[in-house]
């Protein structure tokens, strides 16, 4: 990666992705290696303050029936999640996110900038859930957060972006476990449609494949044994495998 072309941040909101496309593909960290060697040529990476590799926290929200986490496990759509991510190598910049995947399995994501993880009320993220979902904050609690690295790359065409995601840590807060994703990688390519993608012929001479792969999902499985789970179970022991 070291040997890839820098892209500011600035830069990267000139990237317009107008009919994208996202997929996920799950590798390890030993696959990784592979995928930025054969990759360097091709990319540019993001850099934030002379850093490549940025830190992230995710709390996501849910209710006490833990309604997001079963129409995911149920495999429903349309569907909906209630996330604040902290982005911690940009002066800790705090979002509450509404992410949605509708019936033909497009996502589409709404956002504001809130002061912090626990300061949601005093930024307006009452009102701004209520206005998009009809849900007020209150019927909400935080479940779960979780903590990850990520490398974010852009092709030289400009016509996709990479993120790739690991090292994710757990914390469930009303079971109080932790866990962790070991060696897992997560790689999620987000592209301008069907247009050519160099990053498609690397993964799949390396034999890594399109998996799903949500984090609240997989890390409220792991850290709450209450939650509706069979559905989980063998996604689960495929994933191991590349463990």
């Known amino acids: 990666m070291e040997k890839m072309p820098a892209i500011r941040l600035d830069q990267m909101?000139?990237?317009?992705?107008?009919?994208?496309?996202?997929?996920?593909?799950?590798?390890?960290?030993?696959?990784?290696?592979?995928?930025l060697e054969l990759a360097q040529d091709d990319y540019f990476a993001q850099e934030i303050n002379d850093k490549r590799i940025a830190h992230y926290r995710t709390t996501y929200w849910d209710n006490d029936e833990h309604d997001f986490y079963v129409m995911h496990?149920?495999?429903?759509?349309?569907?909906?999640?209630?996330?604040?991510?902290?982005?911690?190598?940009s002066d800790k910049l705090t979002y509450l996110e509404i992410k949605r995947k509708d019936n033909h399995g497009k996502t589409k994501k709404k956002r504001t900038e809130v002061k912090s993880q626990t300061e949601i009320v005093e930024s307006g993220g009452d009102h701004f859930l209520l206005e998009h979902t009809g849900i007020q904050?209150?019927?909400l609690h935080p479940?779960?957060?979780?903590y990850f690295k990520r490398i974010t790359l852009v092709n030289k065409g400009r016509t996709e972006r990479l993120t790739i995601d690991y090292d994710i840590q757990y914390t469930n807060f009303?079971?109080?476990?932790t866990a962790d994703s070991g060696n897992l990688v997560i790689i999620e390519l987000k592209r301008d449609g069907l247009v050519f993608s160099p990053i498609k012929?690397?993964?799949t001479r390396l034999h890594i494949h399109p998996?799903?792969?949500?984090?609240?999902?997989?890390?409220?499985?792991?850290?709450?044994?209450d939650l509706k789970r069979n559905l989980i179970?063998?996604?689960?022991?495929?994933?191991?495998?590349l463990l």
């Open 143 to 146: 479940c779960l957060q979780n």
């Open 174 to 177: 009303e079971t109080n476990e």
């Open 13 to 35: 909101g000139k990237i317009k992705l107008m009919n994208r496309t996202d997929t996920k593909f799950l590798t390890n960290k030993a696959g990784l290696l592979k995928v």
């Open 201 to 203: 012929d690397i993964l």
């Open 73 to 89: 496990h149920n495999g429903h759509k349309p569907r909906m999640k209630v996330r604040v991510r902290t982005y911690e190598d």
């Open 211 to 225: 998996h799903g792969y949500s984090k609240y999902i997989f890390g409220s499985f792991l850290t709450n044994k």
């Open 137 to 139: 904050l209150n019927d």
């Open 233 to 241: 179970k063998p996604k689960y022991a495929e994933i191991k495998k």
